[in-house]
């Protein structure tokens, strides 16, 4: 096979001869990795998917490279570059989907929370300990992380969480009587 021509090899790929494109594989794998990586902006995973996607389509369909119209390297690279635009767009599309679904579950969530009762929450959180009312004030309402807490009280990150545990216990507690009033 290494003495065929790629145009040669393609005939023969296209008579599904495996052993010739794997001679165009071990040819030009440098190049189109090299094509895509850069493509990818360094994306191995993504990378390497592509790849896979350039040699089957060459052995999936059919396709005529006609020597007259050109080198086999550019047309390659054509159909290498035309496959990335399309996984690309591809991925936009359901990277936009997923956005839309996540759009979806934040009003269905958004919703529900004005369903809630402001009032029931604010009597319940009233009815907690000191330590966990500002607690519960501090990460919902101001944005705290749990480790920012832990170092502006002064306390173990462990004291910290198992106060957020016990306070969200107390208000589950509390708004649960609320309801059976």
Not at 77 to 106: M, S, W
Request: net charge neutral; glycine share 4%.
């Amino acid at each position: 096979m290494k003495e065929n021509d790629d145009a040669e090899l393609m005939k023969l790929v296209n008579e599904k001869h495996g052993h010739a494109l794997e001679e165009l594989y071990d040819r030009y794998i440098k190049l189109v990795y090299g094509f895509v990586m850069k493509f990818c902006n360094g994306d191995e995973d993504k990378t390497k998917e592509i790849i896979q996607l350039v040699f089957l389509r060459l052995w999936t369909t059919n396709s005529h490279y006609d020597p007259t119209q050109g080198n086999f390297v550019n047309w390659l690279l054509t159909i290498t570059r035309n496959i990335c635009i399309d996984y690309h767009r591809k991925e936009k599309r359901h990277t936009q989907h997923c956005q839309e679904d996540h759009e979806e579950i934040a009003d269905l969530a958004n919703a529900i929370e004005q369903r809630v009762n402001t009032n029931d929450i604010v009597r319940a959180k009233n009815k907690l300990p000191k330590a966990q009312k500002k607690l519960i004030d501090m990460l919902y309402w101001k944005g705290y992380s749990l480790s920012e807490i832990a170092k502006l009280e002064q306390e173990p990150l462990g004291t910290i969480k198992s106060r957020l545990h016990q306070a969200l216990k107390g208000l589950r507690k509390h708004l649960e009587l609320e309801d059976i009033k």
